[in-house]
Structures are given as structure tokens and as C-alpha cells.
């Protein structure tokens, strides 16, 4: 489990990483688009943690995919982290309207991991058939993580079992639905059978499918229970029925983005 750090900007957006940190987060979710890299560079130092202890995901935004713009901007980014090397770097969303081909950005991914400035390099937002062209471009085994919206209302099982078949890790963004997944009745329903929550029933049972969740909050509070869902096991019966939750409601929809699986 990460921590989602978009809007966690100023001194209280420190603070809110500087709890999560306490609580047990070590995988920070950043982006050049959400101006949170300094606050979680703040928060680590403050943490007195080793740098290693801590797993760095930001993404490069839209504005910085042209010729020549992706590694001085992670550059950037690693300097805003306060860190020298970025332990997953993502394409945040392909370029707006086909501004840029992928073509033009996706080799500039691969020359950053080359250059050692990044461990891993992976794509957000990213359709089957985007990954693929992606992949005939800079080559096989690379792309390591593809960033998606994934909740109880929104599987995305096509997309999801083609990452799994290419070696491709999924992160689950918006992964207790914005807050929504405590209105649906069945997911309270498992809650109450569990004395947990319904945020913890959807990030345990997206946990229970191999993918990795950065649920965000601004309490810390929600943030220590959210975490606790890292302890909360679901039986069939509760992964049956969570699965039967899939309505294709996609939340985050950008009219000059792709079109999705
Ligand atoms: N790659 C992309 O394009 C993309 C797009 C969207 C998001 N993301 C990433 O995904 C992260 C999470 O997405 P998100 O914040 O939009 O959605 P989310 O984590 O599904 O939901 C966050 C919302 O739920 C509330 N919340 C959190 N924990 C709660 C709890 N235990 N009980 C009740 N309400 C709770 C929060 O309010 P409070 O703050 O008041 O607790 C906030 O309004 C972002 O921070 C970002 O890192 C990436």
C-alpha cells in the first residue's frame, strides 16, 4: 500500500505525510502535476528514516512530454524529492490529443532509467493498446507499472489482465472510490462481518488481487485505518461478492485522453 499525496500541498500537506510515515507508509505517490514532490521530500527527512526505506513513485506531466523535456523535469523532480534517484517514474497521462507521439517521450523514459536517474520507469492511464505500441518501441520488460483507475465499481479486468500477462505491475488509483465505496450496502455489509470499514474492505480485496492501492487522506486517522486494511483477509464468499461490484463507473475522465479499455 502507497500513500496518495495529490493535494497534500504546504506545511499540512507535510503533516499528513509525516503521519503517514509514523503510521507505516514507506510508498510515497507524487506527480510534477500535484506540487507535492517538496512536501514529501520534507516528510522523509523529517522522518529520520534512511532514504532506502522509502519507495518514490512521481509522474512526468503532460506539459513536460516534448523533445528533450522528460529527464531535465525528472531532474527537477529528483531535486524537489530532495533524493538522486526516483524509484519509479511514470508517464502521468499519454500527451494531451496526440500533441506528441509516443514516440517522442517514451524513448526519453528509458534514456532516464539508462542515465540512472530513475529505478523503474512505467506509464499511468495507459490503454492495451498504448502499452503495446509502447512496448514495440523501447522494447520488452521495461514498462514496469501501469497507474489506472481501479475500485469495486471500476475492475478494468481487460486492461489489468493484460498488465499481468506482459509482467506489468498495476497500481489501483482512486482506490476506495473518492470516499465513495461507503455508500454501497454489500461492501458495508462485509464491513460489519469483519468489524472494519468499508474503505478497508476495498483496498483489502484489491490487495487480495495483486495490486498495489495508494488510498489518500488529509486525516490521519482515516490514513491508520486505511493502513490496517495491510491486515484484513477476505474469505470467497466476500471476494465473490466484491467482484460482482463492477459497474464500469469510471470516475476521472479527461476529454483529450485516451480511449479506454
Ligand atoms: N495517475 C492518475 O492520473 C491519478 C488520478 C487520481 C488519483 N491518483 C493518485 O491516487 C491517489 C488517491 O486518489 P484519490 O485521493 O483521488 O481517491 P481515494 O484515495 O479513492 O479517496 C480519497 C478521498 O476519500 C476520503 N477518504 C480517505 N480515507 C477515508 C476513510 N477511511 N473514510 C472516509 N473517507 C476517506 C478522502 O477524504 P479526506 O482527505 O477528508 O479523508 C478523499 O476525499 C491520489 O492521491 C493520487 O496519488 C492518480
Redesign the pocket.
Known sequence: MG??????NGPEGVAAIEAAIEIGYRHL???QD?RSEAECGEAMRHSGLPREDFFVTT?VSTSNLGPGDVVPSLRRSAEELGIDVIDLA?V??PAKNGEYPLETYMPQMAEALSLGLVRQIGV??FPIAYLERSEAIIGENLIANN???V?PFLQNRALVAHCRSRGIAVTC???????RV?SEPEICRIAEKHGA?P??VSLAYLMALDLIV??????AG??R??FGATGLTLDDDDMRAMAALDRGERL?VRDWGPVFD
Open positions: 500513500l496518495g499525496t495529490a493535494k497534500r505517490d507524487t506527480a500535484y509522474k511514470l502521468h497521462w499511468s492511464n497507474q489506472v483507475e475500485h488509483y482512486m482506490p476506495i472510490a473518492g470516499g461507503a470499514t474503505e478497508q495508494i488510498p489518500s487522506s488529509a486525516d482515516r490514513l485505518a486505511n476521472i
